[in-house]
Structure formats: structure tokens, C-alpha cells
Nanobody, 113 residues
Framework: QVQLVESGGGLVQAGGSLRLSCAAS??????YGWFRQAPGKEREFVAT????????GYADSVKGRFTISRDSAKNTMYLQMNGLKPEDTAVYYC????????WGQGTQVTVSS
């Protein structure tokens, strides 16, 4: 089992920045990611990272604005979000596992215009 706890969400003005954290515990898995779900919309992929290599991937909508990273010593994954837009407003979830089998509880990000 893997336990994931997100933190760092909040309210920010358009153009601002936030950094989300996802603390992981339990067994080690190779792939971690961030997803988000806006009101009335389906959950969508945001970014992914391979823990061992640091290889990353991003959704086109966030490429160049968001950066996913991990700190192996702290067993924590991050999502640095810059240049935030109102359309980034959503509940952000971290996930882990080869099929994203494990999920955190989510953290709300609200971007005001």
C-alpha cells in the first residue's frame, strides 16, 4: 500500500504561483503523477514523474508553467505552478503506481481573475 497526502493548495490571483506537495509513505512505486478535477469536468492528467530517473511529462495545458519534481530524501513530490490562470482552478490530486492505483485526498486550488 501507498499513502499519499497533498498540501499547499489555496487561493491565488491570476499570474501568481503555488507549490503543491505530496508526501508519500508505504511501499516504493516507480511512477507518480498529478491530476486535477474542475467543477463539472472529468479528472485530467497534469504531470508525471518517474521516481528513479526523474523523467517527467506534462499536459499541453500546463507545459512551460508547471514543474513536477521529487525529493527522494523526504519521499515527497512537488508541483510548482507558475503563471496560474483561472482555468487552473480545480482540486489537485497526487497519484502513484504503474496504473495510478493510489490516490491522495486532493487539495483545492482556486485562481481568481
Amino acid at each position: 500500500q501507498v499513502q499519499l497526502v497533498e498540501s499547499g493548495g489555496g487561493l491565488v490571483q491570476a499570474g501568481g504561483s503555488l507549490r503543491l506537495s505530496c508526501a508519500a509513505s508505504g511501499r516504493t512505486v516507480s511512477r507518480y503523477g498529478w491530476f486535477r478535477q474542475a467543477p463539472g469536468k472529468e479528472r485530467e492528467f497534469v504531470a508525471t514523474i518517474t521516481w528513479s530517473t526523474g523523467f517527467t511529462g506534462y499536459a499541453d495545458s500546463v507545459k512551460g508553467r508547471f514543474t513536477i519534481s521529487r525529493d527522494s530524501a523526504k519521499n515527497t513530490m512537488y508541483l510548482q505552478m507558475n503563471g496560474l490562470k483561472p482555468e487552473d482552478t480545480a482540486v489537485y490530486y497526487c497519484a502513484a503506481g504503474s496504473s495510478y492505483n493510489y490516490w491522495g485526498q486532493g487539495t483545492q486550488v482556486t485562481v481568481s481573475s
